[in-house]
Each structure stands twice: as C-alpha cells, then as structure tokens.
C-alpha cells in the first residue's frame, strides 16, 4: 500500500493537473461579444507600417503541428473565462513589452553574425579588474535591457568593458550586417568613463580585455547571455508565447521577423571555432552557444516557428519588410512571398540542427526531443509513423533500467530521462490526443519512469546520494521532477493508465 506521504503527493498531482485538463478539453465557439479586440502595436522608425483595417481571410496553405486551431479555441476560451489563464496571459504580454515596442528594424538588428567569437563565461576562475574580487564562472551580473553591452561585478558593481563596444559593433558592419574589425573604427576603443583617448582600462574590442595573464572576455560571454539568450532567444520566445495567449497577430510578426534574420545566418554558427570554454578555445561544438544548452534552444526555436508560422500567410507586413532589408543585404533569397520566408526559416534553422545532431549533443534524450520537434514541424503527416517508432525507440532506451536510463545523479540528472520524456509525450499529446496511450502499450517501463522515485522515497525525506547531486544527509522532501509540470500530464495519464 502507498503510504500517507506517497497519498498527498498523488492529490497534489491530480489538482494541479486540473488546469491542464481544462486548458486540452474541448470548448464551445465564443461569442462575438466574449471575443477580445487586439489593436496592431504602433512602432516607430519601420520601414512598413500596419494598420487596423479589416483583413479579408486568407487561404492558409500550411498550419501549425501542435498549435492546431482547437487547441487555439481552447486557449482563447480559457483566458476569457478562467483567473489563471488571465494571469498566465498577462504575464506573457508583459514578458514581451520590449519588444513590442521596439521597430522592426530593431528587432531585425539584434541578430548578429558569426563573425565575433563567444565565450561561455568571463574567466572560470577571474576576478573583477576594478575592486579584485573574485568573480568566477557565471557569477557576472547581465542585463541587455538596462545596461546594453555591460557586465557589472556583483561586488562592486563595476561595469566592464569600459569602451562603448554598441557604437564600435556598428562601425564594423558591412551591408549585410557582418562586422569585420578591418572595418570597425579602432578610435572608439577607449575607456568612454574618463573620456581620455589612451586609457584603455577595460577596454574590449570583442577579443577580450587583457590584464597581466589574465584575460577577461566580456563582449564574448555578453554575446551568449546578453544578445543571444537575453535578447534574440527571449525576444522569439516571448513573442510567441504572448501570441498564444492573445492571438494578436502583431506578436508573431515580430517573432517571424526574428527568426527569419536569425536563420540568414544560423547555419553559419559553430562554438567548436567560434567559442571560448574554461579560458581556453572551445572543446566542443554547439550553434551560439555550447552544445549542452544548444538542444533546449535548438527545441525553442522549432516551437515559437510552429506557434506562428501560419501568420506568414495572413500578414503581408512581413515580407513587405523582409524583403526591403533583403534588397540592401543583397542576399539570394529576396523575401518576396511567404513562401520564400518559409523556406529559409525551414532550411536554414529546422533542416540545419536535423541535419547536425552534433551540434546539440546534450544530456539524453533532449537531443532527441529538439529533434523530433524539427521534424515534426517541418512535416508532421509524411513523419508521424517514423517519428512514433523513433520515440518509441527513444522511450525503451532511456528506460532500460528500472525506468531510467542509467546516468548518475539520483535526483539529478537521473531525473533528466523522464522529464525529457515527459516533454516528448505532452508535446505530442497536441498533436494526437492518444498519443501518451499509444507509447505506454508499446514501452510498460514507461510507468517505471514515474513510478521509480515514489518507491525509492525513503520516509518522505531521502534518497540515496549516488553521483554528481547533492550530499549525504540532504534532506529531499519533494518528489524530483526536473521538467516541473510538464511532468503533471504525463503522472495524471498513467494513473488512469494503472489505476
């Protein structure tokens, strides 16, 4: 018999999933007086401007895999009338503000090159050059919003690089937006606090600021947490998120114009020549960032395109814009219709991480999980029977051993397998509601998965230090679920599964 804590636990699962249900269940067609008006956001400096004037429907010839238009009913139904959706959709608009008031231009001149190398921290075991206190790995504080271009010290709040390295960038960008340092002008690199043309404390021209032996790369490591993940990836995907919620087409223009700057030059990203790791040149591979983190954005990227690429065909904005900025990079594809936008997106961002499993080698099976999301967003009917017998194949691997899939970290990165796979099934569950029954018929350790750390729970406190997690004696009183509430779906249907 279960035990009391083992009992609660369960109840907790079932209320919390209460929500999710609710949110996948069918809904009837809102009213128009229950629907809510959206407003095109008014930017400024854009090249085209969008305009409130009734649009005449527009044939789609492509639609969403696992945003279909029920599941977008049922979203647009549960903000209307249910509090925590409300919430949830405020929190997305808000999460997205930004952005939205930022041009298109802007938005489009985020996105850099691989032309500057990236670093995956400043020094691992640096120091702050003004008050020389240690500051190590990931300890430097970065916020591209207030402080664009700048790292502070935690300690004494000190920023580096002490030279204006947004003004040198754009000095350095030919018209395709690629910098080049034969281009960039080498009089910006001064240190811009004390104004004097020859201090150049601080000062980093994006190869680092050297200081004795130590050499501290603050532009590198801004590019990966700054302008890349701070930025462009949160930028896609608050967009997206907020265009789920409000379906406010606006918030995916925005989110297709990043995507589509970001696959001109996405193929072209490798942090093996590109990237600094441990003070020393990359010894792994990787797109902007390092490989580990490279399968979850690799997996970001294929669902904020899915979330909005319908919206290609409904908003002529986008390639009215794309194509002017085409017309000045003078790249090949010129943008001209939805299509042509589609296309890059598809070969240049989806087809590329397919065809470079190397380049998000992660802790198993995320790898899988950003690929399977590739593909099924390039082509969910000509994949899905091939998609289901890989998962499947993915699913009877990662649970050989008593559920998991061997890997070290008890109530670490053992728990890494099941919530990856917890991913992979709620995922697929939007695009075929049966899916999670079909993969329990064909894997029964999938129930192991789950079931594994409810037995193993030693008087609701403990678990067995066993490799690279925690201390001996640590008290762990909850049950570990590393995809958090992804993992909800997954331990509501296999209790109806098991009873």
Same mark, same amino acid.
């Given at each position: 018999?279960?035990?009391?804590?083992?009992?609660?636990?369960?109840?907790?699962?079932?209320?919390?999933?209460?929500?999710?249900?609710?949110?996948?269940?069918?809904?009837?067609?809102?009213?128009?007086?229950?629907?809510?008006?959206?407003?095109?956001?008014?930017?400024?400096?854009?090249?085209?401007?969008?305009?409130?004037?009734?649009?005449?429907?527009?044939?789609?010839?492509?639609?969403?895999?696992?945003?279909?238009?029920?599941?977008?009913?049922?979203?647009?139904?549960?903000?209307?009338?249910?509090?925590?959706?409300?919430?949830?959709?405020?929190?997305?608009?808000?999460?997205?503000?930004?952005?939205?008031?930022?041009?298109?231009?802007?938005?489009?001149?985020?996105?850099?090159?691989?032309?500057?190398?990236?670093?995956?921290?400043?020094?691992?075991?640096?120091?702050?050059?003004?008050?020389?206190?240690?500051?190590?790995?990931?300890?430097?504080?970065?916020?591209?919003?207030?402080?664009?271009?700048?790292?502070?010290?935690?300690?004494?709040?000190?920023?580096?690089?002490?030279?204006?390295?947004?003004?040198?960038?754009?000095?350095?960008?030919?018209?395709?937006?690629?910098?080049?340092?034969?281009?960039?002008?080498?009089?910006?690199?001064?240190?811009?606090?004390?104004?004097?043309?020859?201090?150049?404390?601080?000062?980093?021209?994006?190869?680092?600021?050297?200081?004795?032996?130590?050499?501290?790369?603050?532009?590198?490591?801004?590019?990966?947490?700054?302008?890349?993940?701070?930025?462009?990836?949160?930028?896609?995907?608050?967009?997206?998120?907020?265009?789920?919620?409000?379906?406010?087409?606006?918030?995916?223009?925005?989110?297709?114009?990043?995507?589509?700057?970001?696959?001109?030059?996405?193929?072209?990203?490798?942090?093996?020549?590109?990237?600094?790791?441990?003070?020393?040149?990359?010894?792994?591979?990787?797109?902007?960032?390092?490989?580990?983190?490279?399968?979850?954005?690799?997996?970001?990227?294929?669902?904020?395109?899915?979330?909005?690429?319908?919206?290609?065909?409904?908003?002529?904005?986008?390639?009215?814009?794309?194509?002017?900025?085409?017309?000045?990079?003078?790249?090949?594809?010129?943008?001209?219709?939805?299509?042509?936008?589609?296309?890059?997106?598809?070969?240049?961002? #989806?087809? %590329?991480?397919?065809?470079?499993?190397?380049?998000? @080698?992660?802790? =198993?099976?995320?790898? !899988?999980?950003?690929? &399977?999301?590739?593909?099924?967003?390039?082509?969910?009917?000509?994949?899905?029977?091939?998609?289901?017998?890989?998962?499947?194949?993915?699913?009877?691997?990662?649970?050989?051993?008593?559920?998991?899939?061997?890997?070290?970290?008890?109530?670490?990165?053992?728990?890494?397998?099941?919530?990856?796979?917890?991913?992979?099934?709620?995922?697929?569950? #939007?695009? %075929?509601?049966?899916?999670?029954?079909?993969?329990? @018929?064909?894997? =029964?350790?999938?129930? !192991?998965?789950?079931? &594994?750390?409810?037995?193993?729970?030693?008087?609701?406190?403990?678990?067995?230090?066993?490799?690279?997690?925690?201390?001996?004696?640590?008290?762990?009183?909850?049950?570990?679920?590393?995809?958090?509430?992804?993992?909800?779906?997954?331990?509501?249907?296999?209790?109806?599964?098991?009873?």
């Amino acid at each position: 018999m279960m035990n009391v804590c083992i009992k609660s636990e369960i109840l907790v699962v079932m209320v919390m999933i209460l929500l999710f249900l609710v949110s996948c269940s069918d809904s009837g067609k809102l009213s128009e007086s229950e629907a809510e008006s959206s407003a095109s956001t008014q930017t400024e400096n854009l090249l085209i401007e969008t305009t409130n004037e009734a649009v005449k429907p527009v044939e789609v010839p492509i639609s969403s895999t696992f945003y279909s238009k029920k599941t977008m009913d049922t979203i647009r139904y549960n903000v209307i009338n249910l509090m925590e959706f409300k919430a949830a959709k405020n929190t997305a608009v808000k999460n997205a503000e930004y952005f939205m008031n930022l041009s298109y231009d802007e938005l489009w001149e985020m996105v850099f090159g691989p032309e500057l190398d990236r670093s995956w921290m400043v020094h691992s075991n640096g120091y702050c050059p003004k008050c020389k206190e240690p500051v190590i790995m990931y300890d430097w504080i970065i916020d591209p919003v207030n402080r664009p271009w700048k790292l502070e010290c935690p300690k004494c709040h000190d920023l580096f690089p002490k030279n204006d390295f947004g003004i040198y960038y754009k000095s350095g960008l030919d018209h395709e937006g690629r910098f080049s340092y034969d281009r960039a002008d080498s009089s910006l690199l001064f240190n811009a606090e004390t104004g004097d043309k020859n201090d150049k404390f601080g000062v980093d021209d994006g190869n680092g600021y050297v200081e004795g032996q130590m050499t501290f790369r603050f532009v590198q490591t801004y590019l990966v947490y700054g302008q890349w993940m701070k930025t462009i990836l949160a930028g896609i995907n608050s967009l997206s998120t907020a265009y789920i919620y409000t379906q406010d087409s606006e918030y995916a223009v925005r989110t297709l114009i990043l995507l589509d700057r970001l696959a001109d030059f996405w193929p072209e990203f490798d942090f093996a020549e590109q990237g600094w790791l441990y003070d020393a040149p990359a010894y792994c591979t990787g797109y902007i960032s390092y490989i580990i983190n490279s399968a979850f954005e690799c997996y970001d990227l294929a669902l904020a395109y899915d979330k909005t690429k319908e919206v290609l065909y409904t908003q002529p904005v986008i390639c009215e814009f794309l194509s002017s900025k085409a017309k000045i990079t003078e790249i090949d594809n010129q943008k001209e219709t939805p299509d042509d936008v589609k296309r890059n997106i598809d070969e240049r961002i #989806l087809k %590329d991480l397919i065809q470079h499993p190397e380049k998000l @080698d992660s802790n =198993p099976p995320y790898t !899988d999980l950003a690929l &399977f999301a590739a593909r099924a967003v390039l082509d969910w009917e000509g994949e899905r029977e091939s998609l289901e017998k890989d998962i499947e194949s993915i699913i009877e691997k990662n649970t050989q051993y008593d559920g998991l899939n061997g890997e070290s970290g008890l109530h670490g990165y053992a728990t890494m397998s099941k919530g990856a796979i917890a991913n992979i099934c709620n995922l697929f569950t #939007l695009a %075929d509601s049966d899916f999670i029954n079909k993969m329990f @018929d064909r894997c =029964p350790k999938l129930y !192991d998965a789950y079931r &594994f750390h409810i037995d193993l729970h030693c008087v609701g406190r403990y678990y067995p230090i066993i490799g690279d997690v925690g201390y001996f004696g640590e008290n762990y009183p909850s049950y570990p679920a590393s995809a958090g509430k992804e993992e909800i779906l997954m331990l509501y249907k296999l209790y109806e599964l098991t009873g």
